[in-house]
């Protein structure tokens, strides 16, 4: 195979650059010819292949923006080869840049682009590859793929909000267990040293600290051993059918933590379903993904029986209602929208209500854990201190009479 840099002039009158593989010139000239350009420079250029990677990674960023670029160069007049050759050689992230090669081979040997997208699930999501086969047999590939765009910077948003949300809880915990540990393998040593040389009998509470301390020291390795079992072991439960339905239904049953893993799981749910009635994908296909794309396995199995019901005829909201996951609100604007045949605009209205809801949830638990965050470290170290300062205290006192 050969590169081949050209210069071309497309039936929209615009002037495009570009690069293509191909057999050989003819080959290319043929190619070229077959999109309807007027052909202005072909010239064969030495360029190496992309080395494949075999792990990498692509983020939401990079998807939403590549999504971004292929709408505007689409909407141009520029072929989806040409606006994905233009973008492949503008891309700078090394996997990324070896699965647009393979899709631009893939569309030169006459595949379908939802069907060359399809062979790279990491990079590119069902929802993803549901909704540009859509677009391709509708044929308004831009106005879905701006959908799209749309859609994964909504889920993006949602996603690093609740990240940011449990950093500093996360960095507070970190600090106090760090801490905690340099003063039970350094400090509360060197403070026993000392009150051993005293002698007499020490207050309940450095008895209790330095008798804890001891038991860490001693078996460090042995807490540490049975504590990643343990992780390993729950991380394998939840891993299969069973264990995730049980760790799901278990979260949304829980006090606070419940209400928002309820709210996320149903914008995600609402979003995704709209977007993709919108983009016009089969009924079966959209339940499908909706299942898989709301990160609760409750939703899902209660999708699943809505898509049994539906071929039986039974509207969607009955079985989901039936759930027992979804509030009265929403299962009677899915009603609502079934009936008036207007689903698509009442998921997409639950979809901002729930999102404004989380949005304001977490900014309240946020503001929320901060205060007690805070309290618990200082109870925690402070603890730790008042208990080895007792003694000293106890002795100045003594001496001072």
């Known amino acids: 195979m050969?590169?081949?840099?050209?210069?071309?002039?497309?039936?929209e009158g615009k002037t495009v650059r570009g690069s293509l593989e191909a057999e050989s010139k003819e080959k290319a000239l043929e190619y070229l010819h077959s999109q309807g350009n007027i052909i202005l420079s072909l010239k064969e250029e030495k360029k190496k292949v992309t080395p494949k990677?075999?792990?990498?990674?692509?983020?939401?960023?990079?998807?939403?923006?590549?999504?971004?670029q292929l709408t505007t160069l689409i909407e141009s007049?520029?072929?989806?080869?040409?606006?994905?050759?233009?973008?492949?050689?503008?891309?700078?992230?090394?996997?990324f840049k070896a699965v647009l090669e393979d899709i631009l081979k893939e569309l030169r040997e006459g595949a379908s682009l939802a069907s060359s997208l399809a062979k790279h699930p990491k990079v590119f999501p069902e929802i993803y590859v549901s909704m540009v086969e859509a677009a391709e047999t509708s044929g308004n590939l831009p106005q879905i793929l701006n959908r799209l765009s749309l859609y994964l910077e909504k889920a993006n948003a949602l996603r690093k909000k609740i990240i940011s949300s449990l950093t500093y809880p996360a960095i507070v915990v970190i600090m106090a267990i760090g801490i905690s540990s340099f003063l039970i393998f350094k400090i509360i040593p060197t403070f026993k040293g000392i009150f051993d040389t005293l002698g007499g009998d020490l207050p309940l509470p450095t008895q209790l600290l330095i008798g804890f301390a001891e038991l860490v020291r001693k078996n460090v390795l042995y807490l540490i051993g049975v504590f990643i079992i343990a992780l390993?072991?729950?991380?394998?439960?939840i891993s299969t059918p069973k264990g995730k339905k049980m760790y799901h239904k278990f979260l949304l049953n829980l006090p606070i933590l419940g209400d928002i893993v309820r709210k996320i799981s149903i914008a995600k749910f609402s979003r995704t379903f709209a977007t993709l009635m919108k983009s016009g994908v089969n009924i079966t296909t959209t339940?499908?993904?909706?299942?898989?794309?709301?990160?609760?396995?409750?939703?899902?199995?209660?999708?699943?029986?809505?898509?049994?019901?539906?071929?039986?005829?039974?509207p969607i909201s009955k079985p989901l209602e039936e759930s027992g996951v979804f509030p009265p609100m929403v299962i009677r604007m899915i009603a609502v929208g079934e009936k008036s045949g207007k689903l698509e605009e009442m998921l997409s209205k639950i979809a901002q209500f729930y999102e404004e809801q989380t949005d304001a949830v977490i900014s309240g638990l946020t503001s929320l854990i901060e205060p007690i965050v805070i309290a618990f470290l200082g109870i925690v170290i402070g603890g730790i201190v008042v208990a080895l300062f007792l003694p000293i205290i106890k002795i100045t006192q003594l001496l001072g009479r």
Do not use: H, M
């Open 2 to 11: 050969v590169f081949f840099s050209y210069t071309v002039r497309t039936k």
């Open 53 to 68: 990677k075999r792990g990498g990674r692509v983020k939401v960023d990079e998807l939403v923006v590549f999504s971004r």
């Open 77 to 95: 007049g520029i072929p989806v080869v040409g606006a994905l050759d233009i973008l492949w050689q503008q891309t700078t992230n090394p996997y």
């Open 232 to 237: 390993v072991a729950f991380y394998r439960y």
């Open 287 to 314: 339940l499908n993904i909706v299942g898989k794309t709301s990160g609760n396995k409750i939703i899902e199995e209660a999708v699943a029986n809505s898509k049994k019901a539906i071929q039986e005829g039974i």
